[in-house]
C-alpha cells in the first residue's frame, strides 16, 4: 500500500461513515429527523467553521511528528542488536500475518495505557476534552471527526509501538524487512475502527458486539460506555483486551450501563475546550448558534 493510495482509503473511508450517520439521523429516526431540522443553516456554517479550525490545529500538530519512516529507521539504530532466532529477514505469509497481529495488539497497550494514563489524567485532560464534548456520538461532530490535540497522545502511542516492533523484529533477526506497507495497514484498520466506534449508525448494530468481542476488537457499544456522563472505563481505541486484564471493563450489554447521557458532566463548550475553559462562548453566541444541542450547558 502506497501513501498516496493509503490517504484515499482514509479520506473516503470517513466521508463514507459520516454520510451513513446523516442517512442513519434522517430516514430512520424521526426525533434526529426533526432536530435536524430544527437547525438553523447558521448553526450549520457554525460547526463547519468549528470543524475548519479544529481540522487545523490538528493536522499542523500531526505534522510536527517526523514521518514513520524516520521513526522505524531511528529506533532500529538506537536498539542494540539481539537475535535470539536467525530469520535471515525473510518473513513468510503466516509470519507477516502473525506480525500484524502483534503489532495491532502492542498498538492497542500503548493506546490504553496513554489513554488512560496520560489523556484522562487530571493534569492533561484539557488536551483531550473536546472530544467528549459533544452530548452524541456523532461523526461529523467537531471533537470526533477531527481532534485538534491528538498529537499529544499519538506521538507517544507510535513511539511505544515502534519500539515494541523493533525490539521484536531484532530478536528473530527480521529488522532489516521493510515495515511500512503493513504499517499502513494497521493504521487504516484503526481509522475504520474509530470511524465505527463514533458512528450513531452503528450504535445500533449490535451483531458488532457480539461478533467484535471474540477477537477482543472494540466495538461501537463498547466505545460508547466510554463517552457516558458518569461512567468511567473502556478506554481502549482499538481492543477491549486491556480493559479486561486491568479491571476497567464496562459491558454495554449490562442493562445498568445503558442509557446513560454522553458528553461532559459540566457546562463546556468548543471554545472552552479549547483553552481550558479560560474562554468560553458568550450566552448570545450559545443561543444563536444553538450550541446546546450539541454539548450539556448548564444554561437553558
Known amino acids: 500500500m502506497t501513501a498516496k493510495l493509503f490517504l484515499i482509503l482514509i479520506i473516503t473511508t470517513q466521508v463514507t461513515f459520516i454520510a451513513l450517520d446523516f442517512a442513519n439521523a434522517y430516514f430512520e429516526k424521526k426525533e434526529t429527523k426533526a432536530e435536524m431540522k430544527s437547525l438553523k443553516p447558521s448553526s450549520l456554517f457554525f460547526l463547519t467553521g468549528v470543524i475548519i479550525v479544529y481540522a487545523l490545529i490538528q493536522f499542523g500538530g500531526l505534522a510536527l511528528i517526523p514521518k514513520t519512516e524516520v521513526l522505524i529507521q531511528w529506533f532500529k539504530e538506537i536498539i542494540p542488536s539481539i537475535q535470539i532466532f536467525n530469520f535471515e529477514n525473510t518473513l513468510s505469509l503466516l509470519g507477516w500475518l502473525l506480525l500484524g497481529v502483534f503489532t495491532?495488539?502492542?498498538?492497542?497497550?500503548?493506546?490504553?495505557?496513554?489513554?488512560?494514563f496520560l489523556s484522562h489524567s487530571r493534569?492533561?485532560?484539557?488536551?483531550?476534552e473536546y472530544h467528549h464534548l459533544p452530548n452524541r456520538l456523532f461523526l461529523a461532530l467537531p471533537g470526533l471527526s477531527v481532534r485538534p490535540f491528538v498529537v499529544i497522545a499519538v506521538l507517544p502511542a507510535t513511539l511505544g509501538t515502534i519500539f515494541s516492533i523493533i525490539a521484536i523484529l531484532k530478536i528473530f533477526s527480521l529488522e532489516n524487512v521493510s515495515l511500512m506497507p503493513m504499517v499502513y495497514i494497521i493504521i487504516f484498520i484503526q481509522s475504520i475502527i474509530l470511524a465505527i466506534t463514533h458512528s450513531e449508525f452503528f450504535m445500533s448494530q449490535w451483531w458488532m458486539y457480539r461478533w467484535f468481542k471474540f477477537l477482543a476488537i472494540t466495538s461501537p457499544q463498547e466505545h460508547e460506555m466510554h463517552h457516558t456522563v458518569d461512567l468511567r472505563g473502556n478506554y481502549g481505541n482499538f481492543t477491549m483486551l486491556y480493559d479486561k486484564l486491568f479491571g476497567t471493563y464496562i459491558d454495554p450489554a449490562n442493562p445498568e450501563n445503558q442509557n446513560h447521557d454522553l458528553g461532559l458532566s459540566y457546562d463546556q463548550d468548543f471554545l472552552g475546550a479549547l483553552t481550558a475553559s479560560r474562554l468560553k462562548f458568550s450566552s448570545k453566541i450559545r443561543q444563536k448558534y444553538q450550541i446546546g444541542k450539541f454539548c450539556n450547558l448548564d444554561e437553558d
Open 123 to 128: 493534569t492533561l485532560f484539557f488536551t483531550h
Open 104 to 116: 495491532f495488539y502492542i498498538s492497542g497497550f500503548w493506546d490504553y495505557i496513554i489513554h488512560r
